[in-house]
């Protein structure tokens, strides 16, 4: 099955310490967001990419989709002071497939098989997310003082990609702006409208790039599928 695909590329990077947006940065001499890109470019059940940018970073942006060839970004949204209000800018677009996926740009380690994934279970249930098995002990703190050991069997680590059925996601951004709700990802949205969301299962190396240390992660993740071929 078909979808589009929302990319919020919009933020600022202010954990990663650079003095740009993280996702210009290079990794193994190209940038984090071209990575990202390049995924759902190769990905033939991907139809367009919407993308939410930074309005004083449009003529860059052009000029790396030209260069690296990403023909599949139809249009430079201009994104928000929040991650939320960015991925809304672009979910009233007209035309929008059916099912829509959500993804961080500063996720480039995606597999397409996850994301295979997540369209047949959210063609089925409606709304399906990545997530993987926390494997640290989790503890609720209060200040510095541990208030209880958290039962990690029933806990998963989400990330993004998150599928959804086009209509159902939209109606979550609404109620959750009239609500002027803020999530920190559009499953939490759709949770609080009374919709069940599924996990499918994702891998521990569609990591975040979110302080400087996971940068060299993502080197390390890149020398390893180059020798992986
Ligand atoms: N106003 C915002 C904030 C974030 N994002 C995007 O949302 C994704 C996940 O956000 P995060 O990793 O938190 O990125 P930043 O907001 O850039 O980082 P920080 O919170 O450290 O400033 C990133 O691709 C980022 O560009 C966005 O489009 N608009
Ligand atoms: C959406 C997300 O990537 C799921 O793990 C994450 O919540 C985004 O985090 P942020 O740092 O609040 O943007």
Not at 134 to 151: A, H, P, Q, Y
Not at 186 to 215: F, H
């Amino acid at each position: 099955m078909q979808y589009d695909v929302i990319i919020p590329a919009a933020g600022s990077g202010k954990r990663m310490g650079a003095d740009r947006n993280k996702l210009l940065l290079e990794l193994s001499g190209k940038p984090v967001l071209i990575h990202t890109l390049e995924v759902f470019e190769k990905d033939d059940a991907c139809r367009r990419i919407l993308l939410a940018i930074k309005e004083e970073e449009r003529q860059e942006l052009e000029s790396l989709l030209h260069h690296y060839a990403i023909t599949k970004v139809t249009k430079l949204l201009t994104g928000g002071s929040e991650r939320q209000y960015s991925v809304k800018s672009c979910l009233f677009e007209s035309d929008l497939s059916e099912l829509v996926l959500v993804h961080d740009g500063a996720r480039p380690f995606i597999h397409t098989e996850t994301i295979h994934k997540l369209v047949q279970q959210a063609r089925v249930s409606g709304a399906a997310v990545a997530g993987v098995k926390v494997k640290d002990t989790l503890k609720r703190v209060e200040g510095s003082t541990i208030v209880e050991t958290v039962d990690r069997e029933s806990m998963v680590a989400i990330q993004t990609p998150q599928a959804f059925q086009t209509k159902l996601l939209q109606k979550a951004h609404e109620v959750a702006a009239a609500d002027h709700f803020l999530g920190t990802d559009e499953s939490m949205l759709v949770e609080r409208i009374g919709t069940a969301v599924s996990v499918v299962e994702a891998s521990y190396d569609n990591i975040k790039l979110t302080t400087p240390e996971d940068l060299l992660f993502g080197e390390a993740i890149l020398r390893y599928r180059a020798q992986e071929g």
